[in-house]
């Protein structure tokens, strides 16, 4: 019995020590579990994710930011500073018919009739390709997006030579022609799949009534395109309002240039440039760009207006 009590009395006081160490470990795990729990694969994943898309944020904002500071300063550079005394000079010095009214006619004449064109071709050729089921549809349409592939300065050469020859060159129609001809392929793609997305059934029903497939386009199929005719519509103008060498290419007339080529005229001889001119020129340049979204911005919001067309 004294061997037994011992041996139960001599067990908690060599226990406690262990338990001792155990508890402080355990609290040292969990000390430590602590920070490496807040950085997870997820978090790790998550931070990065949010650093990449601010660097692609000020990667937008500095030129933005250079932008409207370097139009409202009379001695700007290529550095981003506020400017000390803020002026509207650059404005004045560029608001004249020569420098910029001109152009931007030029340019609204230039890149709407070859929009126009352009949405009323893809239009036409989207509707054999949505609605007829064929094997050559498919490579057709692989086709037409290696074709926008194609960089435009590889083609510039042999479409020049051709202009001469048919006397389109220095013409505003057929620099429109070729602009509208450059964006067709994607604007087909475009309208195609939007197409798609209009049921076969009301055109059936049109055709019952005595319709035919233009009419069917133009009354039945077209107005439920709204959303997608206008994004055809806006990339297309916004692709050939920033062209640069196409007029340049296709256009010798001073008076004839769009506002993408006359945006030389900032940039002198010998490296000196007019920053803060060419800033404010650059702003009057995208004004119109920005109004036309703004304008049709809420026929994009939704989908198509299909709600209760196929029923009964």
């Given at each position: 019995?004294s ?5 139960t009395?001599s ?30 694969p ?10 990449a898309?601010?660097?692609v944020?000020a990667?937008?904002?500095l ?33 004249t018919d ?22 009323a071709c ?5 509707y ?8 050559l549809?498919?490579?057709y ?15 510039m ?9 048919v006397?389109?060159?220095?013409t ?7 602009l509208?001809a ?23 029903a ?5 319709a ?11 107005p ?5 005719i ?10 050939m ?24 005229t ?17 702003i ?16 994009m919001?939704?989908g ?9």
């Amino acid at each position: 019995m004294s061997a037994l009590s011992g041996r139960t009395l001599s067990h908690p006081a060599k226990s406690a020590p262990l338990r001792s160490r155990i508890t402080r470990s355990r609290t040292t795990k969990r000390r430590t579990a602590g920070p490496r729990a807040a950085w997870s694969p997820r978090t790790r994943r998550r931070l990065a994710a949010d650093a990449a898309l601010f660097v692609v944020a000020a990667a937008f904002v500095l030129p933005l930011a250079w932008l409207i500071l370097a139009s409202v300063d009379g001695e700007a550079t290529l550095r981003v500073s506020a400017p000390g005394s803020p002026t509207l000079d650059n404005f004045q010095a560029v608001w004249t018919d020569e420098i910029t009214f001109t152009p931007m006619l030029n340019s609204l004449l230039l890149c709407g009739g070859a929009t126009i064109l352009t949405v009323a071709c893809a239009a036409l050729a989207a509707y054999p390709l949505s609605r007829f089921r064929s094997r050559l549809v498919r490579p057709y349409l692989l086709t037409i997006l290696f074709s926008t592939c194609l960089p435009i300065t590889a083609i510039m050469v042999p479409v020049y030579g051709l202009f001469v020859q048919v006397d389109l060159i220095d013409t505003m129609y057929g620099t429109a022609l070729f602009l509208a001809a450059s964006q067709l392929p994607f604007a087909i793609w475009l309208m195609k799949n939007f197409m798609d997305g209009v049921p076969v059934i009301l055109e059936e029903a049109a055709w019952t009534d005595g319709a035919s497939w233009l009419q069917s386009l133009v009354r039945v199929i077209l107005p439920l395109m709204g959303p997608g005719i206008t994004v055809v519509m806006i990339y297309s103008f916004i692709m050939m309002w920033g062209n640069f060498f196409v007029p340049f290419m296709l256009l010798l007339t001073p008076d004839q240039l769009p506002a993408s080529v006359s945006i030389f005229t900032f940039f002198g001889n010998y490296g000196q440039v007019a920053y803060g001119q060419l800033a404010a020129f650059s702003i009057l340049y995208s004004t119109p760009v920005i109004l036309l979204y703004v304008l049709i911005a809420r026929r994009m919001g939704g989908g198509f207006a299909l709600g209760g067309a196929v029923k009964g």
